[in-house]
T-cell receptor, first 113, second 114 residues
């Protein structure tokens, strides 16, 4: 099974930098995803890490340490539209060409002016 | 752009009714998934399918069944709806291609069972 922990809520100010942490304990690991979900909308894909290190994509970066069971999502130059829930998800071991995701409960980020 | 559509955004049903939730994707994805999302519990996997007519139980399959007769369509069935099935239901699809593992989600169906 998988156990995924992330903070429930975070607040930050427009223009600032925020780091959302995710820790996991898993029986199998084949990569880690971050998704963004605005209220009332579907989750949308942000990033995928399978190797250790930092992946940068514009204002968003994601880091993975497999030995520590740890990831973070870094959001720079925060904008009001970044107010959303951020979901960490671990990809299970691949099985016959498919795998499933186990999601954390999400971190609600509120960006204030 | 990948498009995943769900048959209804909002649905109200009575206890004991049979409920069908439909999901269609247009990207020829092999894998399709049904989740429910509840406050404080996050996204939980109900069932998934990795091929036509194939289905696998997720973490919370009790009270649900699924059908995948065509590659693009995956249906979730509540045989006899109960109030504890009131939730947001999200469908997703993904490719089996290496390096293309992200799941694409539909807009969700908010189901209320009274």
């Amino acid at each position: 099974g998988q156990n995924i922990d992330q903070p429930t809520e975070m607040t930050a100010t427009e223009g600032a930098i925020v780091q959302i942490n995710c820790t996991y304990q898993t029986s199998g690991f084949n990569g880690l995803f971050w998704y963004q979900q605005h209220a009332g909308e579907a989750p949308t894909f942000l990033s995928y890490n399978v190797l250790d290190g930092l992946e940068e994509k514009g204002r968003f970066s994601s880091f993975l340490s497999r030995s520590k069971g740890y990831s973070y999502l870094l959001l720079k130059e925060l904008q009001m539209k970044d107010s959303a829930s951020y979901l960490c998800a671990v990809r299970d071991q691949e099985n016959s060409g498919y795998s499933t995701l186990t999601f954390g409960k999400g971190t609600m980020l509120l960006v204030s002016p | 752009d990948v498009k995943v559509t769900q048959s209804s955004r909002y649905l109200v049903k009575r206890t004991g009714e049979k409920v069908f939730l439909e999901c269609v994707q247009d990207m020829d994805h092999e894998n399709m998934f049904w989740y429910r999302q509840d406050p404080g519990l996050g996204l939980r996997l109900i069932y998934f399918s990795y091929d036509v007519k194939m289905k696998e139980k997720g973490d919370i399959p009790e009270g649900y069944s699924v059908s995948r007769e065509k590659k693009e369509r995956f249906s979730l069935i509540l045989e006899s709806a109960s109030t504890n099935q009131t939730s947001m239901y999200l469908c997703a699809s993904s490719s089996r291609d290496r390096g293309r593992y992200e799941q694409y989600f539909g807009p969700g169906t908010r189901l209320t069972v009274t």
